[in-house]
């Protein structure tokens, strides 16, 4: 047991089962699943986090319909083709001392998936429109209801004979057994609607149906949203009614506590909550749950240090906490949390762009700080190097900072240069956008690394070909970044200024203030909140369908939501052409119409970065081994530059 956190290293027993500690991975969809299982991939995946200290595995959201030739990589348990490959995952966790559940879930309505370009046929209990998906679901028949009854009775059997320990039934999030739970979806008048009595029949029948198909000693439990964050999701009276009635009935093990929904965008921005979000917010929830229920209350959400999860289980908001993007951005998180070493934790900073944002667009979970996540068959072991070699990064910012600790963590000698006084680059500004500020812990935590593997750092430095060279390394490796692009046009008499110069402060913004945001990325959005909140009049002026559009989702539903609390104005489709004293001139991108926007104090250009490329030219043929990565090869993100970091550094 842990003596910084002795409540959450602790046992707990659920139905018999002993659980070694209170810390657990949450199901989240990996983006790993093979032919609706765990394939290799998935497994490593699951073993760097399971072989490093967790209590237990939840496996993601694991239909109980077939997945057959659908696009989007989900795990089934609808045939018993399931059984022998979730029998790795069993052993993995007993090998483990890891006690593995199965999350089993039907979408209902909120389904957008398709098999070949077409949509399926959604379902719910009543024909409602879902605002997020745009779908109007088929009202299910009983007929129907008693198939998927027994639908999810068998796919907890395949669970219990594969050697599971058990089987959490997802109720919340908006998807199929939540919409039968709300009143506000659920306009049935026959046995299945009604009262909460008959809203939680569906439900009631499908544990009562996976006991009987399981045996005495398996574990079942729900996962339901004490808040769905939506006009038409559960609310926390519905949510407390029905986990009173499941326990009071003896159908329930422990209740997972969640918040969020997919039913429209203001639910769905919380289901993975960026960093604009308080940290916890279902505790207070979990917390309400517990105090009406007997049995064990998990839960998770934006929990990403283990003195919060430790407090949370002392004062009795919970049982258990889960955290998804913490050990995804860390694996060893149990474990340097039980050893002490909380300051060695890679703490995850909720910038949602590598985790979901890889997820939403069908690719598998990573993370912008640790790129070996998702890679682990690739990058999951160091290799020391057969060679210790000098090897000279030039360039201080996130790219260089990833090559130079994975180069030293091998046995190279490394030598860091950073022409500013700190080391940090572009995520410096990046953190003094509003509500950003968590983002600065990229700089944190890849600075501690360059420490622990022995790395040189040398600030107020700055490189030539001459003075690299003079190092005689064996090996050069370019970050020098990017700075900012300034388009063509005729800017006579007009007040222009950077991104860069309004987030450092070294100018005087007007009144009457005009974006121009070519990137469509957070740069504009945070830019507009700024200023708006500084008093301005800001016109976001976007060259793309929508403010924020190359970015996550979840993040740009809540930014969007702020500016129009602030009174930002927001106009998409239109190209940046030139501006005088006091206006703008644009260009609507369909049919290139002007667009005038007259009466401005100051046009703010957001239109992006082009690399620097020339100490890497001057090297080239001078040193014997040259490499760059990031924005000197393009101007991209943190998420490209570090990996590249990853990628050279373990090539070196």
Known sequence: MSHLFPNLFSPLEIRGKRFKNRLFLPAHGTGYADSGTVGDRGLAYYEARVSRGIGALITEASQVVPVEGQHYAQLSFASDDAIPRVKRLVELCAQHDCRYLVQLYHEGRARSHSRDGSLDVAIAPSAVPDERHHIMPRPMSVSMIEDLVDSFASAARRAWQAGADGVELLVGMGYLVAQFLSPRINIRDDVYGGDIEGRSRFL??????????????????????????????????????????????????????????????????????????????????????????????????????????????????????????????????????????????????????????????????????????????????????????????????????????????????????????????????????????????????????????????????????????????????????????????????????????????????????????????????????????EGCSVTLCVNGEMAGQSIQPYVRYVWVGRLHELGVRVMPYVRLFGADEDTVYLQHVINDDAVLMEQTDTLVLATGHQSRLELHDALAGKVAEIHAVGDCLSPRTAEEAVLEGLKVGASI
């Open 204 to 533: 009631r029948e499908i544990l009562t149906a996976m006991r009987a198909s399981t045996d005495s000693d398996f574990i079942l439990g729900i996962r339901i949203a004490g808040e769905e964050y939506a006009s038409e999701g559960l609310k926390l009276d519905d949510t407390i009614a029905a986990c009173e009635r499941l326990d009071s009935d003896k159908l329930v093990d422990f209740v997972n506590v969640c918040a969020a929904s997919s039913h429209n965008l203001a639910g769905a921005s919380n289901i993975v909550p960026p960093m604009f979000v308080e940290t916890g917010p279902t505790l207070q929830y979990a917390a309400a749950v517990r105090a009406a229920v007997n049995v064990p209350v998990l839960t998770a959400g934006r929990i990403n240090q283990p003195q919060q999860a430790e407090q949370a289980i002392a004062s009795g908001q919970a049982d258990m906490i889960g955290m998804v993007r913490a050990f995804i951005a860390d694996p060893e998180f149990a474990l340097k949390a039980s050893e002490g070493r909380v300051d060695d934790i890679r703490a995850c900073i909720a910038c949602n762009q590598a985790c979901i944002g890889h997820r939403l667009n069908g690719f598998g979970v990573s993370c912008i700080q640790f790129p070996e996540t998702g890679r682990e068959l690739e990058y999951g072991t160091r290799n020391a190097a057969e060679q210790p070699k000098r090897v000279v990064v030039v360039g201080g910012g996130p790219g260089g900072m990833k090559t130079a600790a994975v180069a030293a963590e091998r046995g190279h000698n490394v030598v860091l240069l950073e022409r500013g006084n700190q080391v940090g680059g572009q995520a410096l500004l990046a953190q003094r956008l509003p509500g950003r500020e968590e983002f600065g812990g990229l700089v944190t935590n890849l600075e501690r690394e360059l420490r622990h593997f022995g790395v040189e750092i040398r600030t107020k430095t700055e490189a030539s070909a001459e003075s690299v060279a003079s190092m005689r390394p064996d090996c050069v490796v370019i970050a020098t970044g990017a700075t900012p692009y300034r388009p063509t046009g005729d800017f006579e008499g007009a007040h222009v200024v950077d991104a860069w110069e309004v987030l450092q402060d070294r100018v005087n913004v007007g009144q009457s203030v005009v974006i121009a945001d070519w990137r469509c990325d957070w740069v504009g959005l945070g830019l507009a909140e700024k200023l708006a909140t």
